[in-house]
């Protein structure tokens, strides 16, 4: 396994190479830079702007350009915002990033929890009223947006039920301890949900269709033929080799969470990379939507390979040495 770890990230390399080629290339040639586009002060000379396009480097030829940016990005250096004065790329990024993630790892473990039991259940159980609903559910849930279901959620929820808030993180910036944790969960409930809403329709369709497949197996009605109980074929048997797709999605889920939570955030004004990304392209801040989209890309690559680790964990006759 430590050989094939070792493989896949030397293969890293050239792969994060092409992906800040793409990154920088897709940001270089959208129209404008962070001084068009906006309302400037007509009491300015425009030579000044000139001077600051010339400080910043943006007059540089692109191989230049891509050269100072690569060579930083490589030293942990994203360099500094061009609309958010005096600050770095890095600090931006480290404000908002645990908002992010804490929201995309309560999106997973709410699509876990609700989808891989339904999911099993519809499979042991097809043709019931349970499995049409599921089914009905997993359409309805690939099928609506993200960004309608968050609006729905808001309007019934929040402003008809106020069950929930409706925005930000916290109630009283001033709160510690208990009080926080609880209020930022309670902040978390309603994007965490409108952004795991595909994924559980997702999941829950896969899991029920692995289910099936594997309970239809010779070795199944072999153990059962045995004398093994229902819930032993399940957990020891059934389970073990439905859940290989779902370890599939999960490593992809590792990065579309972070990225799907761009337009999550912009509804519930959540203040975490989507907002940031979102705000950064309205105001052409280039390093910033370069930063964060390469950060997105190293989070698939990254939940790839985590993906492939879990592989030998799920099921111990996958292995990766010896060049298989």
């Not at 930063?291 to 879990?310: C, E, H, W």
Request: aromatic share 10%.
């Amino acid at each position: 396994m430590h050989k094939y770890v070792i493989r896949r990230i030397l293969v890293f390399i050239p792969m994060l190479l092409m992906l800040s080629m793409i990154v920088f290339t897709l940001a270089k040639t959208a129209p404008g830079d962070p001084f068009t586009g906006r309302i400037l002060d007509p009491d300015i000379n425009p030579e000044v702007y000139e001077q600051q396009r010339e400080a910043l480097g943006l007059n540089d030829p692109l191989p230049v350009q891509y050269a100072h940016w690569a060579l930083s990005m490589a030293k942990g250096d994203f360099g500094e915002s061009m609309y958010y004065k005096g600050r770095t790329v890095s600090s931006l990024i480290e404000e908002r990033i645990m908002n992010t993630i804490h929201l995309g790892m309560l999106a997973l473990g709410i699509t876990l929890l609700v989808a891989i039991p339904i999911g099993i259940y519809s499979a042991r159980n097809p043709y019931s009223l349970l499995d049409y609903s599921a089914t009905a559910f997993g359409f309805l849930g690939l099928a609506i947006p993200n960004f309608f279901f968050g609006l729905i959620a808001i309007y019934f929820l929040s402003i008809k039920l106020g069950w929930f808030p409706a925005q930000g993180t916290i109630t009283g910036v001033e709160s510690t301890g208990l009080h926080a944790l609880l209020s930022r969960l309670h902040h978390m409930i309603l994007p965490a949900i409108t952004l795991g809403l595909a994924g559980t329709a997702t999941y829950m369709r896969y899991m029920r269709s692995e289910v099936l497949d594997v309970l239809g197996s010779d070795y199944i009605r072999t153990a059962r033929a045995k004398g093994m109980t229902d819930r032993n074929v399940l957990y020891k048997h059934t389970l073990r080799n439905a859940i290989i797709p779902i370890v599939t999605l999960m490593g992809f889920e590792f990065g579309v969470l972070l990225s799907g939570a761009i337009i999550t955030e912009q509804v519930f004004n959540y203040p975490g990379l989507g907002t940031l990304f979102i705000n950064s392209i309205t105001n052409r801040d280039y390093p910033v939507i370069m930063a964060i989209t390469l950060l997105l890309g190293v989070a698939i690559l990254i939940g790839n390979l985590l993906a492939d680790i879990f592989y030998s964990i799920v099921d111990p006759r996958i292995r990766y040495d010896g060049g298989e």
